[in-house]
């Protein structure tokens, strides 16, 4: 070999190694942003729901909602608040061990154990796990007897009629 060769050799290890580095630290660099994603979009879903749920609680006001998927879920589902019950005064709502949903084991799950504050807002994804959201809507109200409530996703959104009730907002699903 030639002096002229060796240096194409040597070259083109070298482009290999940078192109290698480069797309490890890219796919790193994605792989760190995809979770903030999905944090970002449930943020803003839950910031959505809770200003919805105020505008639209008083009296009389009907108000048809469509929230943005998050996450790619595939439905979102709402207990009603009154199932957990009245907070203890250090804010601990108590659970109600008598709650059933046997559609959804993780939500039963979440009514079942006292917490501060409970989550009665769920994500549902592809596989049907339900995964609780960081809020508690009490003004969540489900006409009786149900107590939850799920609403499939359908063209990237979560359609929904809000009743006001005054304290209270009736979620119906609108899809």
């Not at 796919?27 to 979770?35: N, V």
């Not at 009603?80 to 039963?108: L, M, Q, R, T």
């Amino acid at each position: 070999m030639r002096r002229g060769q060796l240096q194409h050799v040597f070259a083109f290890i070298m482009m290999v190694l940078i192109a290698g580095a480069v797309l490890l630290l890219g796919y790193r660099f994605l792989a760190a942003i995809i979770p903030s994603a999905c944090q970002a979009d449930q943020l803003s879903f839950i910031n959505s729901l809770r200003d919805d749920l105020s505008a639209y609680s008083s009296y009389g006001s009907v108000h048809h909602s469509a929230w943005s998927v998050p996450c790619k879920a595939a439905a979102v589902c709402f207990v009603d608040a009154s199932v957990y019950g009245v907070p203890s005064s250090s804010g601990v709502y108590p659970g109600n061990s008598s709650f059933n949903d046997p559609g959804h084991p993780k939500i039963e799950d979440e009514v079942h154990l006292p917490s501060t504050p409970p989550a009665n807002v769920f994500l549902v994804d592809q596989k049907g796990v339900a995964a609780p959201l960081p809020f508690f809507a009490d003004k969540v109200a489900l006409k009786a007897p149900s107590r939850t409530l799920c609403i499939n996703a359908t063209g990237g959104a979560f359609h929904a009629e809000l009743d006001g009730g005054g304290r209270t907002v009736l979620i119906k699903d609108a899809s």
